[in-house]
């Protein structure tokens, strides 16, 4: 196989736990068969996903009831102690930094104007905000499981290629990589509009 279809591979590996994680998070809790049902994910993948989740700390199993049907199917829970989530919303005129736990709780919200700032100017500002947000929020920075951005334009969510964003001058630029590199974080970038319908 080649490095670039590696490269796909892992891409889309990771959206797939990201879509599993965040499943659990809007079920409460759930098992692997009804995961694999609502996610069109197979089964064998579900499971390796699941199993990953678990050792990384970020799911637990819920301990189950005793029933006189037999054994009742395991049931997963995300644990929101396992770390914390940074999300980044580039408007028309204002960035939007959260620092969140798992559960959507705001630890810390930080906001900038955008003025006239575009191009690589408003990459360095974005990358700015979050370092700020993170640094003021109180949480350490080995806590923080990955930043999320919502993008403005035609972004490619699987390689965080905003590929055209007109308004603010950003065409064919790979923000994700930029983010992962300067931050030293995982990051996903989605268009704003795709992101909000995900949650």
Same mark, same amino acid.
């Given at each position: 196989?080649?490095e670039?279809?590696?490269?796909?591979?892992?891409?889309i590996k990771?959206h797939?736990?990201?879509?599993i994680?965040?499943?659990?998070?809007?079920?409460?809790a759930t098992t692997? @068969?009804?995961?694999a049902?609502a996610?069109? %994910? =197979? $089964?064998?993948?579900?499971?390796?996903?699941?199993?990953?989740l678990?050792r990384?700390g970020?799911?637990t199993?819920l301990?189950p009831t $005793?029933?006189?049907?037999g054994?009742?199917?395991?049931?997963y829970q995300?644990?929101?102690?396992?770390?914390?989530?940074v999300?980044?919303?580039?408007?028309?005129?204002?960035?939007?930094?959260?620092?969140?736990?798992?559960?959507?709780?705001?630890?810390?919200e930080?906001?900038?104007e955008?003025?006239d700032?575009?191009?690589?100017?408003?990459?360095? @500002?974005l990358?700015n905000?979050i =370092?700020?947000?993170? @640094?003021n929020?109180?949480?350490?920075?080995?806590?923080? %499981?990955?930043?999320?951005?919502?993008? $403005?334009?035609?972004?490619?969510?699987?390689?965080?290629?905003?590929?055209? @964003?007109?308004?603010?001058?950003?065409?064919? %630029?790979p923000?994700?990589?930029?983010?992962?590199h300067e931050?030293?974080?995982?990051v996903?970038?989605?268009?704003?509009?795709?992101a909000?319908a995900?949650?």
């Open positions: 196989m080649t670039k279809g590696k490269g796909n591979q892992k891409l990771e797939n736990k990201r879509l994680l965040n499943m659990i998070e809007r079920r409460y692997r @068969a009804a995961l049902r996610s069109g %994910l =197979s $089964p064998t993948t579900v499971s390796t996903l699941i199993n990953e678990e990384e970020l799911i199993e301990v $005793p029933s006189q049907r054994r009742r199917p395991v049931m995300v644990n929101h102690e396992a770390g914390f989530l999300g980044a919303d580039v408007g028309s005129n204002i960035l939007t930094i959260l620092v969140t736990d798992l559960r959507g709780s705001i630890i810390k930080f906001q900038r955008i003025g700032q575009v191009g690589q100017e408003l990459v360095n @500002a990358k905000s =370092s700020e947000a993170i @640094a929020s109180g949480v350490a920075r080995d806590k923080i %499981l990955g930043v999320g951005v919502a993008s $403005p334009g035609l972004v490619d969510h699987l390689t965080g290629t905003v590929i055209r @964003a007109n308004n603010v001058e950003w065409f064919d %630029l923000l994700k990589g930029i983010l992962q931050l030293g974080l995982p996903h970038v989605d268009n704003m509009n795709r909000a995900l949650g």
